[in-house]
């Protein structure tokens, strides 16, 4: 065990593989500098400093996963990923569905993801709904060094394309890259246990598989990331009042523990999506139909960001999951009869 | 490298593919959109016997020429197309996903993709298998796509063991390249750093020794190269082609559409007379040149081929290219197997 | 009122728009030839013919409508959307967010989507889950021809981004470019109501706006586009059965219109959705939250793509929803209690 | 055209507008990325300078220069970058994505994006009002970005009243643009069939001549430019670049980074000497080149300005221009509104 910050403990994994296999190789912009330590070790040879042309490094991540490699391909922030998404939909996910099984695609795509530092809705969208829609990826979006640790052993053991995603508020380099850049003038609100924490150097966490961050009997939150870290707030607090929560640390959206998600919503009959991706169309819908699937009618409600990311701090935190909106959200659940969510507040309807 | 009869073979034995595929889907047992690759015979044939095993491609919606070159099994490949459970992909691929892990070949049906593929391939063949190469192939169309421009970009800047592979046909479906291309494709490759060569790509031999060369430097390591290949596409974009059909029997097959556009031209509302006009030119000298490319055989790559070989061993080595597919044609029906 | 095939009601929509407005332009690749008569009509300054650069002219697109044009951009797959997808999900999406209203994007983008012709997984996709999932656009997806013309006019006269999509079954032009070729040699299950049907010209369809196709209490089917015609053809058979089903075609997929979900299935308390797009993170999981947020807690089942298309016709066909299968979930569906889904036969798990 | 004093006036504006950008966000009341665009004054005031009501610009990740010159509220985007809900967009924008509809001009963040966007701009200007053009702006970095590379095609295909203007600094956030690309831009650029340009960014009075020929050509409807303006990055990529604090205060500021470069380099498991070295050996060259460019006097387009002026009248303008400045930043924080 050793204390690593959140975007060491990735880094480690790297380098333990990089060292023990030289089929794993790191591309993508800035790499010589962003991973000068691996660039220092490892050399230009296998850390790759690429031209900002993300679709060909990209495309060319999944022809060298596919001819032996096992790289490492990093988008910047996964906000780009709109200018090399065929890499992803139509290559890397589907050549293992084309020769049925026969030719893999060992690829790990290490991108940043999330809002609260100010940097506008360009810079810090989730996007992660939109990433498992896709059949053929995994998407993982650990929330502590120990899991973003585990998440990239396994991803780079894997022999699928995995996308692995680092949020910049857990992320102290990202953080000080983009938010921070030296100043003693700003402050974020950045959650301890996931910028730091202990790492057991090696140990996998397995992909698909939830964590119970928390238990208590009355609600479900299920969440990933940052929100983990909101929604164990708000719990903490919740509890207060007499109301205890479950709080369930996805760690993977694709594939989903779906285990994981029923059994703690057929105990609680009430599920809260804490998701910081766009409402609709993505993870939380998809736990909705999960529970509805499993035959579960639970009391349902879900804390998102609604809309395009604005750049004002204070309109971001209102627009990001906040220990508040859980929290409200949660009273409004705990008041409704199990099986019957209270009316959500405000949203608009597609005939108004 | 292969001799001048065994290039024959290759274009030879490209053509019979192609041909049966043309039979199967138009008997309806091929589906969806079938591009074939005649006219890119003596490419496919050219640059396969410049590769050796460790070698990859990366390849676009018309691979076949290619993979028949390589010597991908031919029954298990119709059968894929067949959409066979015996299929090399056991169907679930098709005519524009074959692929073939053994012989590190791959194809794609969005445009441009075979380019960062190729670069990926040339990247794991420096790292994993000095000395190896990686060819990607792609037409002029393509080559005003996004990924492949950044390909070229990429592949100069980190010096890949890459032969770039432009099949120029001049056309992208029913779009003249020259129209929506500013410059030349050498010109432009070149000023990406690439090395570059233009061949006929109706001349197998021709294609070959350039290919030779190019991929000589990538094995030593030296620059990638673009080579651009003018080929003819003999069959349309894809079997029924509308243009084709239009342009063959205007009075009949292309009737609705003539019609339509006659009268849409006469529609009150609209442009002037000149910018009518030009329109309707346009559309008609795609007919025209559709018309003319239509199994031309002035630039057929096995004509040209033939040519060069004594008609004698041309017609038994044509033959047995013939006989060899019509067996793998036999053999991809045999049932056993029915969905 | 006038019959017109599915494509044909779209074409008088541009058509009609272009003569009477001159923003109007219509782009894309070989849009001279696949929109001849408009080409033959206004010229090739308002009908421009691309070179296959998506992402140039998707992105050309969003800046010619923010500057005065109403452009159409042809995007001849919507499987390409990988290739262009930052031109719509940072740039078309978001300038009126940014611009906090004041700056809009008049943009339709027309594509096709859909499979049922054996094109292979890279060219039958759906995909519009995906791009609901973005906020800022509006995704339609019609499924007759009076709906395609009505929602053309409106996408036509609406201030933001309009993903258009035309399933390739519905539309015979592309149907017969893509899959017939001129030959009697094949056979396509086209709904005929879909391919060809009366149309009164310029009669709007408003965006967000479901229709119910067919009534009955005692389930909900959910659908769009051909899977209607799908779901149609199962409650017909259903009927027989005594079982009988609401089916509603949404047609606008963003925003969606949670109303008349949520009154048809407070009445069945059963809801199936029928989804060509793929079953997770999308649309399906979407319409579970909104009945749930609803208060509502129906028996729900999907049936929905699950992997990447097979190119094989017959597993193809197992792989779209087809009246066998929309029928089958149906039934489990009305043998199941209340409020309690019958277990999904064979779904994965994350954990197995 | 404007004269030299006015060109002046406007490098000098715009330099005082984003040492006030620095010093708001250095104070912590600007946040996120802030990319200044000190360096590149000379070229927004020279371009601007050419354009007239109706021409329209898409600007990336530095926007504030060509605001400023065209003659954006200015108070009104310091209030946006403060996040106000009196600010130019309410507060929703931000930085890299100020607009102006009014002036027809939007900014971007995603790199590569403000050329489709341009072309855009140029269709609807040749469409709705002839003569009109527009201008896109952008860095060397984004001239390997795909959408960018296609839009050289698209611009000469479509023969757009568009210029293309790369402001060439050199690097992308830490990369040198000489080592991820090939060939050169310019050239690049020609290839594509554009008319092209090279000129010194740093001078206003030389951007304005080029870039006034290039309009001129693109307001008759012939064929668009891609104009080359070699600038110099003064204030690093953004502010608080770890790679220019580093250069500056090595032994405090990159004591982390050095240690962990260090202590890598000598790691067991990994490349050979020779590689390590190369590594380390480039990443010492970067800091080396930041730490030169850091406020280089040499390439400053407001000292080259100011030299050709007056000292008295130049003197009278930069008092001029600063005192416009803080006023306005005083009038952007006046109160009567808090988040
Ligand atoms: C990204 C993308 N855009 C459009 C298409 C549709 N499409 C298929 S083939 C083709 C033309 C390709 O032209 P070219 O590259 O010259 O190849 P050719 O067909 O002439 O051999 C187009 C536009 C596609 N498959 N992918
Ligand atoms: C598509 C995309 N990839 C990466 C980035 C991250 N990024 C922001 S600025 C930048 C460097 C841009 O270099 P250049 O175009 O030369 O502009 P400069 O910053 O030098 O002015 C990068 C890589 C981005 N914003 N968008
Ligand atoms: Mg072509
Ligand atoms: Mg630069």
Redesign the pocket.
Known sequence: MARMTFAGAIDAAVAEAMARDPRVVVLGEDVHSLRAPLFARFGAGRVLAAPISEAAFMGAAVGAAMAGLRPVAELMLVDFVGVCLDALLNQAAKVEAFTAGAWKVPLVVRTTCGGGYGDGGQHEQALWGLLAGIPGLSVVVPSTPADAHGLMVSALRHEGPVIFLEHKLLSGQWLEFMGRGGRETVSFDVPREGAEGEVTAGAEVAIGTAALRRSGDDLTIASLAVGVHRALAAAERLATEGLRCDVLDLRTVRPMDRDAIVASVRRTRRLLVVDEDYREFGLSGELAAVVLEAGLAPAFGRVCVDDTIPYARHLEDEALPSVERIAAAARRLAEAPHGASPPPSGYPTATS | MRSGSDLFRQVARARAFEDALGALWREGRISGEM?LGTGEEGVAAGIVACLREGDAVAL???PTPVLTALGVDLVAMLREMLGREDGLHRGRAGHMHLMSRAHLAASS????SSAPLGAGFALAARTLRPGAVAVAF?????AN?GMLLETLNLAAAWSLPLLLVC?D?G???TTR?ENVTGGDLVARAAAFGLETADVDGADAGAVRDAAGAAIDRARRGKSPTFLRAQVS?LDG?FLGDPLVRTARAPATEGRGLLAAVTAASLARGGAGLGARGRSVLGLMDLLRRARREDRDTARDPLERARRAMAPAEAARIEDEALAEVARAVDAAGESGWRA
């Open positions: 591009h676009d919606h018309r049906g969005i445009v441009g792609f037409g002029d169309g393509a796509q099949k046909n056309w992208a479906i390249t596409r974009h």
